[in-house]
């Protein structure tokens, strides 16, 4: 049973715009929120988090924005850049403090085009 | 310098075989994962250790026998290597398992049993 779901394997963007990655979740215990970034033959690295009692983060280019109610999360990058280029990984966990408890999505990988 | 480090970073091994992979952080967090990216790219947690204690088994086959002999170090020993065991496998490590923050991934461990 998959409760963090990313629909969409991979995405292409042009440089300069918005990149718009999305999440789905079905656990309704879910209440804390992450994105990692992994390029390849690497491991994945912490981008953004955003607890349940937010319905908006930013971090620079990066925003991630938390819909409860449709269980649903989405991460903007803008303006998008060739580095962006790599697999974003929607992660979800029930509670502030269960970092050992994640569950991942399957990953995007994002390609930003010149 | 890499936070968490992992040792190897490929490995091609015969079927029935035993094999290990080593990792260490330097971070001086007190919790220490192994994580399984299958083929279909789904990242889901084996063990977590906290202070060298196993605190997540999941539903992991008695082949695979994670050994912490300290906080810093967190090895996986895998059995008689089966064909499906053949993935990428991510030590991660974050400041305790309660920690509502970043937990931090090593770049993997290739695996590949023919």
């Known amino acids: 049973d998959q409760q963090v779901k990313q629909n969409s394997p991979s995405l292409s963007v042009q440089e300069g715009r918005i990149s718009i990655l999305n999440c789905d979740y079905t656990n309704s215990m879910f209440d804390y929120f992450l994105w990692y970034k992994k390029y390849p033959a690497e491991g994945p690295t912490f981008l953004i988090s955003i607890s349940s009692i937010k319905d908006k983060n930013e971090d620079g280019r990066f925003t991630v924005f938390l819909n409860k109610s449709a269980k649903h999360l989405s991460l903007h990058i803008v303006p998008s850049q060739p580095g962006d280029s790599a697999v974003y990984f929607c992660?979800?966990?029930?509670?502030?403090?269960?970092?050992?408890?994640?569950?991942f999505g399957t990953g995007t990988r994002l390609q930003v085009t010149l | 310098d890499t936070a968490v480090s992992q040792t190897p970073k490929y490995l091609v091994t015969q079927m029935g075989n035993d094999k290990s992979i080593k990792c260490e952080q330097n971070l001086g967090h007190d919790t220490m994962y192994w994580y399984k990216q299958d083929s279909k790219k789904f990242l889901k947690i084996m063990f977590s250790?906290?202070?060298?204690?196993?605190?997540i088994n999941e539903t992991v086959p008695n082949r695979f026998s994670p050994k912490s002999p300290d906080k810093a170090h967190l090895n996986l020993h895998i059995n008689s290597l089966e064909l499906g065991d053949s993935a990428v496998y991510f030590c991660?490590?974050?400041?305790?398992?309660?920690?509502?923050?970043?937990?931090?991934f090593g770049e993997g461990s290739w695996l590949t049993v023919v």
């Open positions: 991660a490590s974050s400041q305790d398992a309660d920690s509502g923050n970043t937990i931090y």
């Open positions: 250790y906290n202070n060298k204690e196993l605190i």
């Open positions: 992660a979800a966990s029930a509670g502030w403090g269960t970092a050992s408890k994640l569950t």
